[in-house]
């Protein structure tokens, strides 16, 4: 099988849809097929707590550096989309929340305050008292608020439904006439000026697309399409792995309180982040990361299921949880390697020759990795090198009845989950 397009994309997660919607839609015009391997979102975006940072828990952290700067712009970015004002119209998109909460352990003196006058930070972080907290915070014992007690945050950080996201953008990119494809990419060549070649598979046959630009959006497959595409000895990319936590009341018990924020200790990591939504059976999940996931990873699956009750008890000590099911999930966050080895704060976008690899860092960075994708694109595009993209007038030429990849299901929805005590 043989087809030509102006550029090919490959993987379905938020780096990779953002991108096609844009290269795809009325006024540019490119001719973009879009291959995923296995499901829309299926890796980490699916798998993202869906929280649009504004920068704080940057600023938490030691380092405030560039990326701070531009994320502090993203809440207002993504706003503007999810009010249709701008593209792509994400006005689909199910928020969970409209802003999330810090607060701090029992007896722990807080850093917040102090963060939250920082000049980095342009979202509101306003202190909550008692009469304004609701969820799982609301039950906190009146005698411990205030002084060296529990203080609550609020910041306007918006919370996603990544679900709701990815199907939003799938449907933006298939009115901007992208082709999504479910195959497997496995091997991108630059041609020089007469653009690049992808070989993938499609339903167990190899298919090869001529195109005149080939973004990698693989989260962690670019790894190996990016060496094979750009020769490169030296390590462009790594993973750093998480072991997520998700939990639910039994059934017969009350719901979980719902919550979405971080709890604070001392250290720039917060304890626990937890990101509250329903399940397939109606229950409320409490999605869990933060240090529990980060030091979790040698973890076994029972150990980190101790873990995560033990940093329930120490963030929200006055909650009476009775027979909590318990699930864990391992994945690996996809980020660039820069230079010095350390981990990049912001997105990071690269380009050799015809062969783009974007690697967002965060989902809130997502528009501008599209941005970037758009500038790469139209530098190779006026170069006059490759195929001339959307003025060279090829469009897409595929065959019409290749696989189109479905929206994958929430962690907690997928498959085979195992949740002790269930
Ligand atoms: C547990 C977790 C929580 C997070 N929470 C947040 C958060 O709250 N806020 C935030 O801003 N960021 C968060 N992030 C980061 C954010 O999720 C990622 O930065 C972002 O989703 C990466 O998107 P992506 O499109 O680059 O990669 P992915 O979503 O991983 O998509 C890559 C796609 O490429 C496909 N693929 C791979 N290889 C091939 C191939 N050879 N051929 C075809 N397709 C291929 C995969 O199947 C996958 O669908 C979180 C990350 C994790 C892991």
């Given at each position: 099988?043989?087809?030509a ?11 990779g ?25 299926g890796a ?8 649009i ?6 600023a ?7 990326a701070s700067r531009?994320?502090a ?23 969970l ?10 007896g ?5 305050a ?32 205030g002084?060296?007690?529990?203080d ?8 996603l ?26 091997e ?14 499609v ?10 630009a ?6 962690a ?8 595409a750009w ?6 990319a ?9 939990a ?20 720039s ?18 999605y ?5 996931a ?6 076994s ?11 329930i008890?120490a963030?929200?000590?006055w909650?009476?949880?009775?027979r ?7 994945i ?31 989902l809130?960075f997502?528009p ?45 929805d997928?498959e ?7």
């Amino acid at each position: 099988m043989r087809g030509a397009c102006d550029v090919v994309i490959v993987g379905g997660g938020v780096a990779g849809l953002w991108s096609a919607v844009e290269l795809g839609r009325g006024g540019v015009g490119f001719g973009v097929v879009l291959v995923e391997a296995g499901e829309l979102g299926g890796a980490q975006t699916i798998a993202s707590q869906g929280i649009i940072h504004g920068g704080i828990k940057y600023a938490l952290g030691e380092s405030v550096g560039d990326a701070s700067r531009v994320i502090a712009g993203m809440p207002a970015r993504w706003r503007a989309s999810l009010r249709g004002e701008v593209a792509p119209d994400l006005r689909g998109v199910r928020v969970l929340s409209e802003s999330q909460v810090l607060w701090t352990r029992p007896g722990i003196a807080s850093r917040v305050a102090g963060v939250a006058a920082s000049a980095v930070i342009r979202t509101e972080v306003k202190r909550l008292g008692r009469e304004d907290v609701a969820g799982a915070l609301a039950g906190a014992p009146r005698g411990r608020w205030g002084g060296g007690g529990i203080d609550v945050y609020r910041v306007d950080e918006q919370v996603l439904e990544p679900r709701s996201l990815v199907a939003a953008l799938a449907a933006r990119a298939r009115e901007a006439r992208v082709r999504l494809v479910r195959g497997e990419m496995v091997e991108v060549e630059q041609g020089g000026t007469s653009g690049a070649r992808v070989r993938m598979t499609v339903r167990g046959a190899m298919m090869e697309i001529e195109a005149s630009a080939v973004v990698l959006a693989a989260g962690a497959g670019n790894e190996a399409l990016v060496a094979g595409a750009w020769r490169e000895s030296t390590a462009a990319a790594q993973l750093r792995p998480l072991h997520m936590v998700m939990a639910r009341a039994a059934r017969g018990e009350a719901e979980l309180p719902e919550v979405w924020g971080h709890c604070i200790g001392s250290s720039s990591l917060p304890l626990l982040t937890i990101s509250s939504q329903r399940g397939g059976d109606g229950r409320v999940v409490w999605y869990m990361g933060g240090a529990l996931a980060e030091e979790g990873v040698a973890r076994s699956e029972a150990e980190q299921r101790k873990a995560a009750l033990a940093a329930i008890r120490a963030c929200l000590p006055w909650l009476r949880l009775e027979r909590l099911e318990l699930a864990t999930l391992r994945i690996d966050r996809a980020e660039a390697r820069t230079g010095d080895g350390r981990r990049p704060e912001g997105p990071v976008v690269v380009r050799v020759g015809n062969v783009i690899a974007a690697w967002p860092t965060k989902l809130a960075f997502a528009p501008v990795v599209a941005d970037r994708v758009m500038e790469e694109v139209r530098a190779i595009v006026g170069a006059g090198g490759g195929r001339g993209g959307a003025a060279s007038g090829v469009g897409v030429s595929l065959p019409a009845d290749l696989p189109e990849p479905e929206v994958a299901p929430l962690p907690w929805d997928r498959e085979g989950v195992e949740w002790s005590g269930a």
